[in-house]
């Protein structure tokens, strides 16, 4: 079935450590997005790619690094500069216009040790 | 810029009863897409509708409905004969016409909680 597959489920960073988390796609989507959820904060846009080889700064960039090498994966890493990354993490895409629905992931789950 | 808003942060009702999900948005395009998305306690959003800017016609589905009124600039969601498994975050969202900033705006959410 296609879909899009983050992984892991759970993870944890310790002081100073980068960590990635991974969003794989099979629906030959051309966009892909990470979203950071907080408690009452909705979703808040990280970075975006509308093609390979090419992203862009979402609203809350800083502390965060991505990389879209391949079409269907697109890697997420905190950052130890960031320096509050406990958050629920979610990554969607979809075909190329922001004006169609988004598909999303389960989501990663990160917290500090 | 665009803006979503939706002003109830949690909402809880008795099962069986209707819910009503507000949603007001700000944008400066005159073309333009809304979009509700659900988010059950495993926590993936699951996207239940779509709808553009030139179609003001209400939508249903099943025990859902959508009223779409520009002139008010919202987007609302009611849930006919609530059942347990509504239970969930609902997300309204919107996206101006794609360009080279193609993203969408969500709202803050709405907890909803059916009680049996």
């Known amino acids: 079935d296609g879909g899009i597959t983050q992984s892991p489920k759970y993870l944890f960073r310790k002081e100073g450590q980068n960590v990635t988390l991974s969003c794989e796609q099979n629906l030959n989507h051309d966009a892909m997005y990470w979203y950071r959820q907080d408690p009452g904060q909705g979703l808040r846009l990280i970075y975006y790619?509308?093609?390979?080889?090419?992203?862009q700064k979402g609203d809350i960039a800083e502390g965060y690094s991505v990389s879209r090498e391949k079409k269907e994966s697109f890697p997420l890493t905190v950052t130890s500069a960031q320096k509050n990354p406990t958050a629920f993490y979610l990554c969607?895409?979809?075909?190329?216009?922001?004006?169609?629905?988004?598909?999303f992931g389960d989501g990663t789950r990160l917290s500090i040790l | 810029a665009q803006k979503v808003t939706q002003a109830q942060t949690e909402i809880s009702v008795v099962e069986k009863e209707d819910v009503t999900l507000d949603c007001v948005y700000e944008t400066r395009d005159t073309t333009y897409y809304l979009f509700w998305y659900k988010q059950p306690p495993s926590g993936e959003l699951v996207f239940l509708i779509r709808r553009n800017s030139f179609d003001e016609q209400n939508e249903i589905s099943g025990r859902y409905s959508w009223n779409f009124q520009k002139s008010t600039s919202s987007f609302n969601f009611t849930i006919t004969a609530s059942q347990v498994v509504d239970s969930a975050v609902y997300f309204c969202a919107l996206s101006e016409r794609g360009g080279r900033d193609d993203k969408i705006i969500f709202g803050k959410g709405t907890r909803l909680h059916i009680l049996p």
């Open positions: 969607a895409s979809t075909l190329y216009r922001g004006n169609q629905p988004q598909h």
């Open positions: 790619s509308q093609i390979v080889n090419d992203f």
